[in-house]
Each structure stands twice: as C-alpha cells, then as structure tokens.
Nanobody
C-alpha cells in the first residue's frame, strides 16, 4: 500500500524559510510525477510545484523564484524548499503523485484527479 507522508511544516516569520519533505512508503517509484499542492483556509486547493521523472519542474507564478522542488534520485523522497516566505503562503501543504513518466498537461494547474496518491498534509504558518 502506497503512503505519502509529509513533514517539515511549522510556524515562521515572514522572510523565513522552511523545507518540506514527502517520503514514499510501500512502493519504489520509477516513473512518476510528483507535486506539491496547498490549501489555505476558505480557498480551493492549488498546485504549487511539480516535477517529473526527468527532473523537469514547474511552479505557480506566486512561488516562482522563492520555492524549489526536488527529489532524491530513487524518488523515495520529495522536497519543497521554501524561501522568502510570505503570510499568503500560509496553508496546509500536500504532496501528491501519479505513476507516469511525465506530468499531466496543464502545468501546476492540472486538475487534482490526475494524481492518484496523496499525503495527509503538513501545516505551514507564516506570520507578518
């Protein structure tokens, strides 16, 4: 049974940094597209960043230049390095995965239903 487990969330002041991790249990991913989503209170869940099996990545405009997605070569762990955090980055962050070599069309706006596996989320709170 595949499980994705996020960690690394917390509370920081604006301008600070956090690194989120997402560890895959129960399966060794070969070809996969992995992504980070987030959901702020009262808002829809939105795609933040994603990376495919070739290491090609894409980002939401709101985080471009501040966040970096990466993964271990064996794809057992996904990361999201978040720098220059802003209060508007406050949200529950989720990792997601689908077992395809390339990511679904639509960039980070690709609908959630494309992703088969989801973690439970980790909370990020940024204070001003």
């Amino acid at each position: 049974q595949v499980q994705l487990v996020e960690s690394g969330g917390g509370s920081v002041q604006a301008g600070g940094s956090l690194r989120l991790s997402c560890t895959v249990f129960g399966y060794t991913f070969s070809d996969s597209c992995m992504a980070w989503f987030r959901q702020a209170p009262g808002k829809k869940r939105e795609g933040v960043a994603r990376i495919d099996s070739d290491g090609d990545s894409s980002y939401a405009d709101s985080v471009k230049g501040r966040f970096t997605i990466s993964q271990l070569n064996d794809k057992s762990t996904l990361y999201l390095q978040m720098n220059s955090l802003k209060p508007e980055d406050t949200a529950m962050y989720y990792c997601a995965a689908v077992l395809t070599r390339y990511c679904p069309p639509g960039g980070v706006r690709a609908p959630e239903y494309h992703y088969r596996y989801w973690g439970q989320g980790t909370q990020v709170t940024v204070s001003s």
